[in-house]
């Protein structure tokens, strides 16, 4: 089993200054914890922040939110794996938003992958269903938190089935998968999806991932929950056999929270 990994979307917030703050506080504080950090800043502050991380403690990581599909070229406005070498490790990919505001297709999500792992950077290839499955249970299950398997494999089976098509096992052990519920995000307002729900359908990731390649990459895959996380709830899911870490949002642009989160997580052993 993999130690907890700590994933920071910074989403389109900060300035210059606070992500400088930001990024010392978790320096000094995160260092000697037990657990994988990726900051994911805007790419503006991808080098100054590469630069105050320097000489930071190996468990503390950069990541991209973006990149587009090909290494360079006459695409304004966007950035590429290529160039993000040596600069950052990580890059989100496939986040609700993106598929939301700019369509993003699952199809456009694969190149990216690709290109990713052929720069050298690990993709968060993020999944999740746009409504709770609970209210498209059976009456039977109404209320159990328990999503159906069916639609499981409709919305989110789907999603990962596409975003991963054509990954070799030894690239599908590189990337890092972030099941996302869109309805848990705290900007749709509905709160976090229950560690025992998340849990139940990153059983069923794992089960495809089993399918399509085999038992042990199901269990070496790093599956982590994203959707309203902090550091009050983040226990929920750390505990989890099934989830490998979580993914942040909102929590994480505040140092004493999102050092809170990564010092429970830290205990998990
Ligand atoms: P949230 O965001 O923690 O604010 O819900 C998570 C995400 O969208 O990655």
């Known amino acids: 089993m993999y130690r907890s990994l700590v994933i920071a979307n910074w989403k389109m917030n900060t300035n210059l200054a606070d992500a400088v703050f930001l990024t010392n506080a978790v320096k000094n504080k995160v260092g000697n914890f037990d657990i994988d950090v990726v900051l994911c800043p805007p790419s503006v502050w991808l080098v100054p922040m590469n630069e105050i991380l320097d000489l930071a403690p190996k468990n503390i990581y950069l990541g991209a939110q973006n990149i587009w599909f090909v290494a360079e070229g006459a695409v304004t406005g966007e950035i590429s794996a290529f160039m993000l070498k040596g600069i950052a490790s990580y890059v989100i990919l496939g986040h609700?938003?993106?598929r939301?505001?700019?369509?993003?297709?699952?199809?456009?999500?694969?190149?990216k992958v690709k290109i990713a792992l052929k720069n050298g950077l690990t993709p968060i290839v993020c999944v999740g269903e746009a409504k709770?499955?609970?209210e498209k249970m059976s009456e039977k299950n109404k209320g159990r938190g328990r999503p159906n398997a069916g639609d499981v494999k409709a919305d989110v089976i789907f999603e990962l089935q596409e975003t991963i098509k054509g990954l070799s096992v030894e690239q599908i052990e590189k990337i890092v998968i972030a099941y996302e519920p869109v309805w848990a995000i705290s900007s749709s307002g509905e709160g976090p999806a229950t560690g025992a729900y998340a849990s139940q359908v990153i059983e069923k990731m794992r089960e495809f991932l089993a399918e399509t390649y085999n038992k042990s990459v199901s269990e070496r895959v790093r599956?982590?929950?994203g959707g309203s996380v902090d550091e009050?709830?983040?226990?929920?899911?750390i505990y989890q056999p099934?989830?490998?870490?979580?993914?942040?949002g909102g929590a994480s642009l505040n140092a004493k929270r999102f050092i809170g989160i990564c010092k429970e997580a830290s205990g998990k052993e």
């Open 223 to 225: 599956i982590l929950y």
């Open 96 to 98: 609700s938003e993106r």
């Open 100 to 111: 939301n505001y700019f369509k993003e297709t699952n199809e456009l999500i694969n190149d």
């Open 242 to 248: 099934e989830i490998d870490g979580v993914l942040v």
């Open 132 to 134: 709770k499955f609970e």
């Open 232 to 237: 009050d709830n983040v226990k929920e899911y």
